[in-house]
């Protein structure tokens, strides 16, 4: 069983060539479904993209709701966790386990890959180069045919993660602040003079974040809902085909990004 979050397909991508390689279920941790019954030896595998060197907030009520039902003690199924970050992932590791640990459960082994930058919703964050993006993807080609090998073995303390300098100031000061105060849909827009009305933004979305409304002359445009919902993961934003949709004014000038788009 591999639970995997992703908003603009780096982890999706790790996630899937996980799920072939072990023959183990993909479960969408975005979905609906919290209770799963686990085959006897099943591995426990949990993907997510790294949000403020913290597990995403939607990844943490997704654990909180989580039920198993297994034959055996749920400590004897094999249990890892590969996290994708742009650069760093701070304490998301320990994190991760504090929730586990409510569950009864823990990581054998955890793992991070360095993919593309999907934040840029600050002044200093951009997207990567061409050349960088391209650099970082086959390091991680590399890297998760490393790890996938050591967890279709099921290999225990293995920790393969980049924590970055001063883990605990990352997670716990800088990406506390951030996750409290800055995972938001308020701050989204849509420029009404270049969307195409689409509704490949609402499509993307992973939380169902997105309603499109019909305006006046009957053509529909996306509304976020403030519900709670938004993780921020800004799939919306990095899929637009027209650029037509921004996190306050900043993202105007900088780039799109998401697994797999055309150079
Ligand atoms: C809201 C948000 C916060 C992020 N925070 C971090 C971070 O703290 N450290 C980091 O290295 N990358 C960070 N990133 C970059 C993503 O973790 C990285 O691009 C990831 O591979 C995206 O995965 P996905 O395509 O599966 O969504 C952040 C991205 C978003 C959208």
């Not at 060539?17 to 993909?26: P, S």
């Not at 479960?27 to 790294?50: H, K, N, Q, W």
């Not at 080609?141 to 924590?163: A, M, P, S, V, W």
């Not at 827009?189 to 169902?208: E, F, M, S």
Request: glycine share 8%; aromatic share 10%.
């Amino acid at each position: 069983m591999i639970f995997c979050f992703s908003g603009t397909g780096n982890t999706r991508w790790a996630a899937q060539h996980l799920a072939e390689a072990t023959g183990e279920r993909l479960a969408l941790m975005s979905g609906e479904d919290t209770r799963y019954t686990l085959a006897e030896d099943e591995r426990i595998g949990f993907c997510f993209p790294v949000h403020g060197w913290q597990p995403p907030r939607l990844v943490r009520n997704f654990i909180r709701r989580l039920t198993f039902s297994s034959e055996k003690p749920l400590t004897s199924h094999y249990c890892y966790a590969l996290v994708t970050c742009g650069d760093s992932i701070g304490l998301t590791m320990e994190m991760l386990d504090g929730e586990l640990a409510k569950k009864g459960l823990r990581t054998h082994s955890s793992f991070s890959l360095v993919m593309p930058e999907s934040y840029v919703c600050l002044p200093f964050m951009y997207t990567d180069t061409p050349q960088r993006e391209k650099e970082k993807i086959e390091q991680a080609t590399q890297d998760l045919n490393t790890y996938t090998r050591l967890i279709t073995e099921r290999r225990k303390n293995e920790h393969h993660t980049k924590r970055g300098f001063m883990p605990w100031v990352l997670s716990h000061v800088i990406g506390a602040y951030f996750n409290s105060r800055m995972i938001s849909d308020r701050k989204f827009t849509v420029d009404t003079a270049n969307c195409i009305h689409c509704g490949l933004c609402a499509k993307v979305c992973p939380t169902r974040d997105i309603r499109m409304t019909g305006n006046d002359d009957g053509a529909s445009t996306p509304e976020w809902l403030h519900d709670g919902r938004c993780t921020c993961c800004l799939s919306c934003y990095h899929h637009c085909p027209r650029h037509a949709i921004n996190y306050g004014s900043i993202t105007r000038r900088r780039g799109q990004y998401y697994f797999g788009h055309p150079q």
